[in-house]
């Protein structure tokens, strides 16, 4: 079965870049979640999408951007990057019922030099 | 505000021992539970969920979770535990509503040892 896919698995960028994770939604999922995961710690909700409109907001820094396309992938546009972004991000997926679960992918593992 | 509480933040166990990781949740609504598995490096993988229904839920690997309501508890249980099931657990709840269903509420993990 299709899972969600995330890109790329890893990536290394040095402070005060600009980063930018996909992910790619289980087929006929409209809601796309972001979540990071620092070292150690649990996943922290930062965003998510349904019908490519926000849909909700945790704690994603205003430094961080997002949006669901047409085809219901999403981007993570993350700059000015700073060492303290160094986290798995993880992406997903679900349908937009209630009393469903989300599906997750692999995770995005972000290292800030 | 919703969160969840695990009990447990460190669980070293031998083979064969018995396993139960706590979990409670501070809801006032409607709300599904989860635990998720994650191994080293890895993703998270539902172990199991509870929408409604028996309150004693079967997941994957042999886990089992059950759902007391009035105590806001859903704890995770293995009868016996093996080496492979070292990881990290984590206990997370959403609040059941439409297009909420991966805006999850985690709790701060256990990390699962177990000696061969």
New interface residues.
Partial sequence: AAGVIQSPRHLIKEKRETATLKCYPIPRHD???W?QQGPGQ????LI?F?EKMQ??K?SIPDRFSAQQFSDYHSELNMSSLELGDSALY?C????????????????T?LTVV | AQSVSQHNHHVILSEAASLELGCNYSYGGTV?L?W?VQYP??????LL?Y??GDPLVKGIKGFEAEFIKSKFSFNLRKPSVQWSDTAEY?CAVNA??????????????TELSVKP
Avoid at chain 1, 42 to 45: A, E, M, T, V
Avoid at chain 2, 41 to 46: A, K, N
Avoid at chain 2, 96 to 109: A, D, E, S, V
């Fill in positions: 809601t796309v979640y979540y649990d996943p922290q909700f998510s349904y849909s909700d945790g993880f997903a997926s679900s349908t937009g019922r209630a009393h469903t679960e989300a599906f997750f992918g692999q995770g593992r | 599904n989860f998720y490096g890895q993703h998270l993988q539902l969920k929408f409604s984590f059941g509503l439409r297009n909420q269903g991966g805006k999850l509420i985690f709790g701060q993990g």
